[in-house]
C-alpha cells in the first residue's frame, strides 16, 4: 500500500485527500515508480475544478511531473530498467494515471532519464514546462536565431523555462510580469527586455524594443481581454499562441488585424505532440526523441535551469495548491515525498 492523492469532489485544495491503495504491477508498456518529488502545474488545480481538457471519473488521480526510480517494469518495456532515476514527461492522462504521491504507475514513453546534475526537485520542474515550450518553439513557430518572442506572464514555471529555451534558439526576449519586484528574476532568467504591465503600454513598448516591427511569435497564457494587445504586438505573418485562460473572460477579437498582417492566433498544447492517447492524440514519436536531444544534455550541464519557487512535504499537498492558485510564484512548487 502506498498514499496516494485524490480527490473524490470537485473543488478547492481542501478537496484533495489521501488514500492507502495498491497500485500493484505495470501492466505492458508500463512502468511503476517511487516517487521521490513532485512538481505542481496549473493543469492540477484545473482538474481538481473540472475546468481541464477532461472531465475525470471520480474518483480521481492528479499531477504529471515527477522525479523518481524506477521499482518495477511492464511486460514489452525496453527502454528503461528498474533501479534508473527518471523524470516524467506529460504522455497520459493524469486522472488515470496521475503521480501525485508516494509510487505511481506511468506509460514507459513518459520516462526521460533524469540527469545526475539535477536534485530531485529540479528534476520535477522539467516534464511540463520544457517540452510544453521546446515544441511551441521548434514545431509551431519555428523559432529562428534573431527572432523576437513575447512571453507573457513570464515568471511561472514555464514562462521562466520558455525564457531560457528562446534564448539557447538564438532568440531575443521580452517577457512580462505586472509587479517591478518580478523582474530581477526574469533578467536572471535570461530576458533581454522586461515589460511592467500594471505601469507600462504593452503595445507601445514592443513597438519601441522592435523598431515598430512586431515579434514573430507571442507566447500567452492569459487570454482574454489580452488577445487585441496581442494581436497588435505581432509583426506581419505572426503568431499568437495561447496556452492557458488565466483571464476566463471571452476575448474580442479584432479580424483586421489577423486579416491585414495575415496573423495566426490559436490553441496550443503539448499534448499535441507528446500524445494524450485518451483524447485520440498520439505522440509524434520522432519530435519527442528530438525534444530529449535537446533538452536533456542542456539540463544536465546547466544551460537550463529549472527554477524552484517554494518546497512543501507531501502531506502539506493543500498548502500547496493554495500557494499555486495565488500566482505569486516565481518558478514552480514542488512537493517532496
Known amino acids: 500500500m502506498s498514499k496516494i492523492v485524490q480527490f473524490a469532489e470537485f473543488g478547492g ?22 516517487v521521490k518529488a513532485i512538481g505542481l502545474n496549473r493543469a492540477d488545480a484545473l482538474i481538481r475544478q473540472n475546468l481541464y481538457i477532461e472531465t475525470p471519473q471520480l474518483p480521481s488521480r492528479l499531477g504529471y511531473d515527477a522525479a523518481a526510480e524506477v521499482i518495477a517494469i511492464g511486460p514489452g518495456v525496453t527502454s528503461v530498467s528498474i533501479g534508473d532515476q ?30 545526475k546534475s539535477l536534485s530531485s526537485e529540479s528534476a520535477a520542474c522539467v516534464g511540463v514546462q520544457y517540452t510544453t515550450v521546446y515544441f511551441a518553439f521548434q514545431n509551431v513557430a519555428h523559432i529562428m536565431p534573431g527572432d523576437t518572442v513575447l512571453l507573457t506572464a513570464a515568471t511561472g514555471g514555464v514562462g521562466i523555462a520558455a525564457i531560457q529555451v528562446a534564448k ?13 519586484d518580478k523582474m530581477k528574476a526574469l533578467t536572471d532568467a535570461g ?10 503600454d504593452l503595445a507601445e513598448r514592443v513597438k519601441s524594443i522592435t523598431a515598430g516591427k512586431g ?29 492557458g485562460i488565466l483571464d476566463m473572460s471571452a476575448p474580442v477579437v479584432p479580424m483586421l488585424p489577423i486579416l491585414s498582417k495575415n496573423l495566426t492566433l490559436s490553441g496550443y498544447t503539448v499534448f499535441a505532440f507528446t500524445g494524450y492517447p485518451s483524447m485520440g492524440m498520439p ?13 536533456v544534455p542542456r539540463l544536465a550541464d546547466g544551460r537550463l535551469k529549472p527554477l524552484v519557487s517554494e518546497m512543501f512535504k507531501l502531506e502539506q499537498v493543500v498548502d500547496a495548491h493554495r500557494s499555486l492558485e495565488s500566482n505569486n510564484q516565481t518558478g514552480k512548487i514542488v512537493l517532496l515525498v
Open 86 to 115: 527518471v523524470l516524467t514527461i506529460p504522455t497520459f492522462s493524469q486522472a488515470k494515471y496521475g503521480i501525485y504521491g508516494e509510487e505511481a504507475i506511468v506509460p514507459e514513453n513518459a520516462c526521460w532519464p533524469w540527469p
Open 191 to 200: 530576458a533581454d527586455h522586461v515589460v511592467i504591465t500594471d505601469e507600462e
Open 215 to 243: 515579434v514573430k511569435m507571442v507566447f500567452d497564457p492569459i487570454a482574454g481581454k489580452m488577445i487585441p494587445i496581442l494581436l497588435d504586438c505581432l509583426s506581419p505573418n505572426g503568431k499568437c499562441l495561447v496556452y
Open 168 to 180: 539557447e534558439m538564438g532568440a531575443i526576449v521580452i517577457a512580462t510580469t505586472r509587479k517591478p
Open 13 to 34: 485544495p481542501e478537496v484533495l485527500r489521501f488514500n492507502d491503495i495498491d497500485l500493484g504491477k505495470p501492466k505492458a508498456g508500463e512502468v511503476k515508480l517511487a
Open 283 to 295: 505522440q509524434q514519436t520522432k519530435a519527442v526523441e528530438a525534444a530529449k536531444a535537446f533538452l
